[in-house]
T-cell receptor, first 115, second 114 residues
Framework: DAGVIQSPRHEVTEMGQEVTLRCKPISGHNSLFWYRQTMMRGLELLIYFNNNVPIDDSGMPEDRFSAKMPNASFSTLKIQPSEPRDSAVYFC?????????????FGSGTRLTVV | AQSVAQPEDQVNVAEGNPLTVKCTYSVSGNPYLFWYVQYPNRGLQFLLKYITGDNLVKGSYGFEAEFNKSQTSFHLKKPSALVSDSALYFCAVRDDNYGQNFVFGPGTRLSVLP
């Protein structure tokens, strides 16, 4: 298995533009998580899905952020409009619903820079 | 609720010396404890876990961790540090009384000096 695949690896965009980050979880994993990592705030859980259904989006910073999981093999995180304070590394992770035994598998992340 | 603390932002150790990265946790039920490592420009990678059984668990790259229920700790250790161990280390806990999510600590940056 190729692991959790995120694209793009790097994204530079201008303030006000729409940004879409993509994630392909490990085949067979039924839970998917979006995290944001910054120096100031560390690793923050934004939202997670179980069986393609959003379970908890309380970590989504504001209405400019939205996430979808249209099927078991694909998820997107969208920021519209983007702001410089959104600059961070965004990680996607997946797990089995029995993840308490196996933990999460993380992607390599998308480094977003908003100028 | 569940929480994790990593009291040291940074740990420096000389190559060849033993290393310890500290982690304490708070849960209401039984804890599931994990350590992850993050190398520069990479995602988090699983190192080891404690679910049940022996308090001393062994993981990848020669790392081990000791679960101490009375002290609610799960410190990461290695007998002899390598320069290549320099990375960011995260402790994570899940409370079996709650849902699926792990809570991650803030991370500890380990620097192994040659």
């Amino acid at each position: 298995d190729a692991g959790v695949i995120q694209s793009p690896r790097h994204e530079v965009t201008e303030m006000g533009q729409e940004v879409t980050l993509r994630c392909k979880p490990i085949s067979g994993h039924n839970s998917l998580f979006w995290y944001r990592q910054t120096m100031m705030r560390g690793l923050e859980l934004l939202i997670y899905f179980n069986n393609n259904v959003p379970i908890d989006d309380s970590g989504m910073p504001e209405d400019r952020f939205s996430a979808k999981m249209p099927n078991a093999s694909f998820s997107t995180l969208k920021i519209q409009p983007s702001e410089p304070r959104d600059s961070a590394v965004y990680f996607c992770a997946s797990s089995l619903s029995t993840g308490k035994y196996y933990g999460y598998t993380f992607g390599s992340g998308t480094r977003l820079t908003v100028v | 609720a569940q929480s994790v603390a990593q009291p040291e932002d940074q740990v420096n150790v000389a190559e060849g010396n033993p290393l310890t990265v500290k982690c304490t946790y708070s849960v209401s039920g039984n804890p599931y404890l994990f350590w992850y490592v993050q190398y520069p420009n990479r995602g988090l990678q699983f190192l080891l876990k404690y679910i049940t059984g022996d308090n001393l668990v062994k993981g990848s790259y020669g790392f081990e961790a000791e679960f101490n229920k009375s002290q609610t700790s799960f410190h990461l250790k290695k007998p002899s540090a390598l320069v290549s161990d320099s990375a960011l280390y995260f402790c994570a806990v899940r409370d079996d009384n709650y849902g699926q999510n792990f809570v991650f600590g803030p991370g500890t940056r380990l620097s192994v000096l040659p």
